[in-house]
């Protein structure tokens, strides 16, 4: 007696070992952070893919402005949700519909014939599963469309032909290997206010601009680059590395490749948001000795991130947001 009783416990632990498996399963994701700022009222819209940063962005984690609800409809159509995967679906639904019933009849002494009928019973499952998953395969074969080529090539301050039903590409710019390509006329569809090449020089001056100042913790230059808000953050996180007995240094930034992913017009404010890919020297030091604590002094380091910039009434551009690609 002692012995079945052992046996139904062992059994039930391990199906319910399965089951919690594929719950947890069903719920991963992973998180992405550093997105900080305001973007006007598009601030928790995801900015529209380019070449440079052709992946939505990541949301906006820390902002000032309201999230009234009204501004996560997205502004274009976003691609279909992707189909379930086995144990999202109908497999997943017949495993743990079959463990439940088994685990059922295990607790009202029917069980699954002890431990040997409880192997057998999940051989069935997998074959039954096995078979299913084979099904789905096919299935998804034969109605899956064939992928869109992505987009190539690395020059700058020139457009991206854009595929068919796709709208026009941003316009590019930056630098590869020293070298400036020629200009780039805005795409109508990404820039409503008509940007410059001063204002695409002027977004790629800020990028070192903000960085070295970060690095030097000059709030001082950090109040002429950016707005209040960014101040604000970029402050806390200065003062978190005080504390923390290190600081950041920030050198050689050099941009790679840019494209402006959007730019429009909000009353006396004009926003634009470009998406940035660049290389830097980023390193954290302890503030006592100077000892590098985080980060390799001798090898850049490559990042891409969606930076945005706001004027007012046309003064100069200040950095209004970051977000991570």
């Known amino acids: 007696m002692l012995k079945s009783r052992t046996t139904r416990f062992a059994a039930l632990f391990a199906g319910l070992f399965l089951a919690f498996s594929m719950v947890a399963t069903d719920h991963a994701d992973a998180r992405r952070g550093g997105s900080f700022g305001s973007r006007g009222t598009r601030t928790f819209q995801s900015a529209p893919p380019t070449r440079t940063a052709p992946q939505q962005t990541a949301p906006m984690e820390r902002s000032m402005t309201p999230n009234t609800g009204q501004q996560n409809a997205p502004r274009q159509v976003q691609p279909s949700a992707q189909r379930p995967g086995f144990f999202n679906g109908f497999g997943g639904s017949l495993l743990r519909g079959l463990a439940l019933g088994g685990l059922i009849g295990l607790l009202l002494g029917h069980g699954f014939g002890g431990l040997a009928g409880m192997f057998g019973f999940l051989l069935q499952v997998l074959l039954i599963g096995g078979a299913v998953l084979l099904l789905l395969r096919l299935f998804r074969s034969q109605q899956a469309p064939a992928p869109a080529m992505a987009g190539r090539g690395m020059g700058n301050f020139a457009h991206r032909e854009a595929a068919p039903q796709q709208p026009p590409a941003a316009?590019?710019?930056?630098?590869?290997?020293g070298g400036r390509s020629n200009g780039a006329s805005p795409s109508h569809s990404a820039d409503e206010i008509g940007l410059t090449?001063?204002?695409?020089?002027?977004?790629?001056?800020?990028?070192?601009?903000?960085?070295?100042?970060?690095g030097r913790e000059d709030h001082a230059a950090l109040r002429r680059f950016a707005t209040p808000e960014m101040v604000s953050f970029l402050s806390e996180e200065?003062?978190?590395?005080?504390?923390?007995?290190?600081?950041?240094?920030?050198?050689?930034?050099?941009?790679?490749?840019?494209?402006?992913a959007e730019a429009w017009r909000e009353g006396s404010a004009e926003y634009a948001t470009a998406a940035m890919h660049y290389e830097s020297r980023d390193v954290t030091l302890d503030r006592a000795t100077g000892k590098v604590v985080d980060g390799d002094?001798?090898?850049?380091?490559?990042?891409t991130e969606l930076w945005t910039f706001v004027r007012q009434n046309g003064a100069d551009w200040k950095l209004s947001a970051i977000q991570q690609a």
Request: aromatic share 6%; proline share 2%; glycine share 8%.
């Open 297 to 303: 002094a001798d090898q850049a380091t490559e990042a």
């Open 197 to 214: 090449q001063d204002d695409l020089d002027t977004f790629e001056r800020l990028l070192s601009e903000v960085q070295g100042a970060f």
């Open 171 to 177: 316009p590019s710019f930056g630098r590869i290997g």
């Open 238 to 260: 200065l003062a978190d590395n005080a504390k923390n007995g290190v600081r950041n240094d920030v050198s050689d930034v050099a941009l790679l490749q840019a494209d402006i």
